[in-house]
């Protein structure tokens, strides 16, 4: 079974402060996502990576950045957190894509963000 | 733009009922559609994937169909039992890009 593990479940920031989370997938998995969901709103792609040391932005990647420097690590970092940062964010894996077909995500049990 | 709706928001039945679940998108050049379950607090798992060539999937009480020409999906599940509560997502994938959109979800309680 695929699994993909985030460094926290819960974590408490303060506005300013920068903030790391963690991902890691242990099946060799070449995609790895960053999204956060907000009550109403979904889930929203944050940044994405295809390979080490490969990222896109995704639909709202302002105030985040990502480092890959390892395939099974995906980590997402807020710069200077705000408050309106506070959420849910889920980070996900999936095989390489091809133009016939494209895997399912996997998704990791998620960090609430708390920014004070 | 391209979205993806879930109607209803929250649905409450009682246990044993046969129930739908609705997901609507605005751009009919998909190239898969997929339905989630996710628990409180608890990250994604996928329950269907339909390839736009396919027109449903089925997995246990779970069926899901695909209309593209309408925009539409559906999630049926039948006699619903109180462990099926959970929030269920939609989520398109579109061809030319590498774009996944999920829907708000719809939060289901199944009582005893």
């Known amino acids: 079974d695929v699994k993909v593990t985030q460094s926290s479940r819960y974590l408490v920031k303060r506005t300013g402060e920068k903030v790391f989370l963690e991902c890691v997938q242990d099946m060799d998995h070449e995609n790895m996502f960053w999204y956060r969901q907000d009550p109403g709103l979904g889930l929203r792609l944050i940044y994405f990576?295809?390979?080490?040391?490969?990222?896109e932005k995704g639909d709202i990647p302002e105030g985040y950045s990502v480092s890959r420097e390892k395939k099974e690590r995906f980590s997402l970092i807020l710069e200077s957190a705000s408050t309106n940062q506070t959420s849910m964010y889920l980070c996900a894996s999936s095989l390489v894509w091809t133009s016939r077909f494209r895997e399912t995500q996997y998704f990791g049990p998620g960090t609430r963000l708390l920014v004070l | 733009k391209q979205e993806v709706t879930q109607i209803p928001a929250a649905l409450s039945v009682p246990e044993g009922e046969n129930l739908v679940l609705n997901c609507s998108f605005t751009?009919?050049?998909?190239?898969?559609l997929q339905w989630f379950r996710q628990d409180p607090g608890k990250g994604l798992t996928s329950l269907l994937l339909i390839q736009s060539s396919q027109r449903e999937q089925t997995s246990g009480r779970l069926n899901a169909s695909l209309d593209k020409s309408s925009g539409r999906s559906t999630l049926y599940i039948a006699a619903s039992q109180p462990g099926d509560s959970a929030t269920y997502l939609c989520a398109v994938s579109y061809t030319g890009g590498f774009k996944t959109i999920f829907g708000a979800g719809t939060r289901l309680f199944v009582k005893a």
């Open positions: 751009d009919s050049a998909i190239y898969n």
């Open positions: 990576s295809y390979d080490v040391k490969m990222k």
